[in-house]
């Protein structure tokens, strides 16, 4: 069993991150090999994980776990959810000593944590994340949150997990749509700060799409470096890790304005919200237009969700700006943005009016 580890410093905490196939057939061992003494756990999983994949887990605990199931999505990702959890830990008397597993995608994860935080002011977090997306993303880093109808992730902490498990066998069950949404977070990545990353996956895109060995791997390990390097440096996203919000203002306004319908998910609203941070990049004479040039290629040879007159029109103006207004990243009535420069290199610290947005974003849905 080959494992590839990676190691996250934060200030507080240090724990590791493991990258294999079929870790999840010795969990127990892994866990002991890692300095965790799991006496006591609740498994949270997303019923959309596939049953064999669960049965295998409870195997290599011989059966002796906890387990409760949650439907993950956007609209599940609230305080009712977390309460549901807490009420479990508090019934069964877990101490902050005991441990809560996440199993599923991004959504889990953030919502198992969150739940962890909060449980006598924190118990010990174990995630597991089975999605491309949440295991080159939400994974790592410690940000935990919920949803209100203010917007997404607008209650939160940042609660840093004692050991990650990425399973890259969950991967061969996802649907293409997922494997996108998983993508999109690698290649902004890539864009943000290594342009030799991005040229590698401009190659091999339709390798790594197809989860083609060792191209696959090589993504993800090099994805989950870039995000390691930003949070040890800046946990609490107080400087450099708000680069990692690049797209996420206009990928988070879009899906509340689509009020978290499955039509368009957490992945797919990303990337067309990094498409409308380039436009309005290119746009404002931030970003040149060589490497424009090159990302939206790359975004169309691949056949990306490219298009945002498909989900929106100018009716959905008003809502877009206002979600975009709430936004938590905001410290003013100015609507703060993640801008490119240039492939590998950010800019941070752009607050612009609400009107600019307006003017940008008519533009975008008639033009």
Same mark, same amino acid.
């Given at each position: 069993?080959?494992?590839?580890?990676?190691?996250?410093?934060?200030?507080?905490?240090?724990?590791?991150?493991?990258?294999?196939?079929?870790?999840?057939?010795?969990?127990?061992?892994?866990?002991?090999?890692?300095?965790?003494?799991?006496?006591?756990?609740?498994?949270?999983?997303?019923?959309?994980?596939?049953?064999?994949?669960?049965?295998?887990?409870?195997?290599?605990?011989?059966?002796?776990?906890?387990?409760?199931?949650?439907?993950?999505?956007?609209?599940?990702?609230?305080?009712?959810?977390?309460?549901?959890?807490?009420?479990?830990?508090?019934?069964?008397?877990?101490?902050?000593?005991? $441990?809560? %597993?996440?199993?599923?995608?991004?959504?889990?994860?953030?919502?198992?944590? #969150?739940?962890?935080?909060? =449980?006598?002011?924190?118990?010990?977090? %174990?995630?597991?994340?089975?999605?491309?997306?949440?295991?080159?993303?939400?994974?790592?880093?410690?940000?935990?949150?919920?949803?209100?109808?203010?917007?997404?992730?607008?209650?939160?902490?940042? #609660?840093?997990?004692?050991?990650?498990?990425?399973?890259?066998?969950?991967?061969?069950?996802?649907?293409?749509?997922?494997?996108?949404?998983?993508?999109?977070?690698?290649?902004?990545?890539?864009?943000?700060?290594?342009?030799?990353?991005?040229?590698?996956?401009?190659?091999?895109?339709?390798?790594?799409?197809?989860?083609?060995?060792? #191209?696959?791997?090589?993504?993800?390990?090099?994805?989950?470096?870039?995000?390691?390097?930003?949070?040890?440096?800046?946990?609490?996203?107080?400087?450099?890790?708000?680069?990692?919000?690049?797209?996420?203002?206009?990928?988070?306004?879009?899906?509340?304005?689509?009020? $978290?319908?499955?039509?368009?998910?957490?992945?797919?609203?990303?990337?067309?919200?990094?498409?409308?941070?380039?436009?309005?990049?290119?746009?404002?004479?931030?970003?040149?237009?060589?490497? $424009?040039?090159?990302?939206?290629?790359?975004?169309?040879?691949?056949?990306?969700?490219?298009?945002?007159?498909?989900?929106?029109?100018?009716?959905?103006?008003?809502?877009?700006?206002? =979600?975009?207004?709430?936004?938590?990243?905001?410290?003013?009535?100015?609507?703060?943005?993640?801008?490119?420069?240039?492939?590998?290199?950010?800019?941070?610290?752009?607050?612009?009016?609400?009107?600019?947005?307006?003017?940008?974003?008519?533009?975008?849905?008639?033009?």
């Amino acid at each position: 069993m080959k494992i590839i580890k990676l190691k996250v410093k934060t200030e507080k905490d240090s724990y590791p991150i493991l990258i294999g196939k079929n870790l999840i057939t010795n969990l127990p061992k892994l866990f002991k090999e890692n300095s965790i003494n799991l006496k006591r756990c609740l498994i949270v999983i997303d019923k959309n994980v596939p049953n064999k994949f669960v049965t295998k887990i409870k195997k290599s605990f011989n059966n002796k776990v906890n387990i409760f199931y949650i439907f993950a999505n956007e609209k599940n990702k609230n305080q009712k959810t977390v309460n549901s959890i807490l009420e479990i830990l508090l019934k069964k008397n877990f101490s902050r000593e005991d $441990y809560l %597993i996440a199993l599923g995608g991004g959504i889990t994860g953030d919502i198992v944590g #969150y739940a962890a935080s909060q =449980f006598k002011r924190g118990l010990h977090f %174990i995630n597991i994340p089975t999605t491309l997306l949440s295991q080159v993303d939400s994974a790592i880093g410690g940000k935990t949150g919920i949803n209100t109808k203010y917007g997404k992730n607008m209650i939160g902490s940042f #609660y840093q997990p004692k050991i990650v498990i990425s399973d890259s066998i969950f991967l061969s069950t996802l649907p293409k749509r997922e494997i996108i949404c998983g993508y999109g977070e690698i290649l902004k990545h890539s864009i943000i700060l290594n342009k030799k990353f991005f040229n590698f996956l401009d190659k091999k895109v339709d390798a790594i799409l197809n989860l083609q060995s060792p #191209y696959i791997e090589k993504a993800i390990f090099e994805s989950c470096k870039i995000k390691k390097k930003v949070v040890e440096q800046d946990e609490k996203e107080k400087s450099l890790r708000k680069i990692l919000n690049f797209g996420h203002t206009f990928g988070h306004a879009f899906e509340a304005t689509l009020k $978290y319908s499955s039509r368009l998910n957490h992945g797919e609203a990303v990337l067309l919200g990094m498409k409308t941070a380039l436009n309005f990049s290119f746009k404002k004479n931030f970003l040149n237009k060589k490497d $424009y040039l090159s990302i939206i290629g790359h975004l169309r040879n691949s056949k990306f969700p490219f298009n945002l007159k498909t989900y929106f029109s100018l009716k959905d103006l008003n809502k877009i700006i206002i =979600f975009m207004t709430k936004d938590k990243k905001n410290n003013s009535n100015k609507i703060n943005l993640v801008l490119l420069k240039n492939i590998g290199r950010t800019l941070i610290g752009n607050n612009f009016k609400k009107k600019d947005l307006e003017i940008f974003m008519k533009r975008e849905l008639t033009n």
